[in-house]
Nanobody, 128 residues
């Protein structure tokens, strides 16, 4: 089955850290750019970050720049999102998505492109 599966969502205190994982099964993730998106209750989905197939190019939304780090391990067919200094406004369901072909990073997290694969999400709650 071709799919992306997110994991690592949890309850974390403000200022705390969490690492999310996005694992691909049934296909080789190293041909795809991968991004993280999130959707908070009552809000529209927003792009958080994306990474190129090789991992050389990363891009972040202003709201997470300096706090979140995206990375990938193509040998493990997995992309990560390290969340540091978490804030209550980071509370959301986090989704990963993969797209093959050329792209502009700003457009990627801006939702311009159709994705080839989406995961089902993992819940992150930032609260004391």
């Amino acid at each position: 089955q071709l799919q992306l599966v997110e994991s690592g969502g949890d309850l974390v205190q403000p200022g705390g850290s969490l690492r999310l994982s996005c694992a691909a099964s049934g296909f080789a993730l190293d041909y795809y750019a991968v991004g993280w998106f999130r959707q908070a209750p009552g809000k529209e989905r927003e792009g958080v970050s994306c990474i190129s197939p090789s991992g050389a190019i990363t891009y972040y939304a202003d709201s997470v720049k300096g706090r979140f780090t995206i990375s990938r391990d193509n040998a493990k067919n997995t992309v990560y999102l390290q969340m540091n200094n978490a804030k209550p406004e980071d509370t959301a369901v986090y989704y990963c998505a993969a797209r093959s072909g050329s792209y502009d990073p700003r457009g990627f997290i801006g939702g311009v492109y159709a994705m080839d694969y989406w995961g089902k999400g993992t819940l992150v709650t930032v609260s004391s």
